[in-house]
């Protein structure tokens, strides 16, 4: 089976730095996915790490170790805007299972003024 | 905007009705799947198309049913409705051949049952 453990909840102020972590059990491994979810809208891509590491992108960072079936999302200089839902979504194993995403109930966070 | 679009955005039936979801992928893609997604929880897994074939299905019994068509737009149906089944129903497009399994989300279907 797949299971996919992430907070439910986190807070912060406008400003600071944020990490949301995720731990997963999965039957096979292809990668890792943190899709950003706005209330009532669609999920959209922030991230995808496949080898371990961490992977920069502008304010937002995602780290992977497979060996500890392991990640984390690192928000930086939080805005208002980035209270949102954070999924963490993992791929099994590469060829024609791609596109299964197998995800974790997401972490709401809110950022305070 | 990822390009790919569902209808219709919202719509209440009642227990034992049947309903149909309509989504158009991005262009150039040939893979689709059907995600549910329920108040609170993440996405949820339901089935994929490839070429128009059935390419996987999670655990959801037989009355959920797709299709895809040689556009590579998709249809969800779900027959016998259950209170249960209210949930944003989002499909993702894709192209099995990039090799990552990135999706690229619609904006969902809200269904109600009463």
């Known amino acids: 089976g797949q299971n996919i453990d992430q907070p439910t909840e986190m807070t912060a102020t406008e400003g600071a730095i944020v990490q949301i972590n995720c731990t997963y059990q999965?039957?096979?491994?292809?990668?890792l996915f943190w899709y950003q979810q706005h209330a009532g809208e669609a999920p959209t891509f922030l991230s995808y790490n496949v080898l371990d590491g961490l992977e920069e992108k502008g304010r937002f960072s995602s780290f992977l170790s497979r060996s500890k079936g392991y990640s984390y999302l690192l928000l930086k200089e939080l805005q208002m805007k980035d209270s949102a839902s954070y999924l963490c979504a993992v791929t099994p194993v590469r060829g024609s299972t791609l596109g299964r995403l197998y995800f974790g109930r997401g972490t709401q966070l809110t950022v305070w003024p | 905007e990822t390009g790919v679009t569902q209808s219709p955005t919202h719509l209440i039936k009642t227990r034992g009705q049947q309903v149909t979801l309509r989504c158009s992928s991005q262009?150039?893609?040939?893979?689709v799947s059907w995600y549910q997604q329920a108040l609170g929880q993440g996405p949820q897994f339901i089935f994929q198309y490839y070429r128009e074939e059935e390419n996987g299905r999670g655990n959801f019994p037989p009355r959920f049913s797709g299709l895809q068509f040689p556009n590579y737009s998709s249809e969800l149906n779900v027959n016998a409705l259950e209170l249960d089944d209210s949930a944003l129903y989002l499909c993702a497009s894709s192209l099995l051949e990039a090799g990552t399994g990135e999706l690229f989300f619609g904006e969902g279907s809200r269904l109600t049952v009463l």
């Open positions: 999965t039957s096979g491994f292809n990668g």
């Open positions: 262009s150039g893609h040939n893979t």
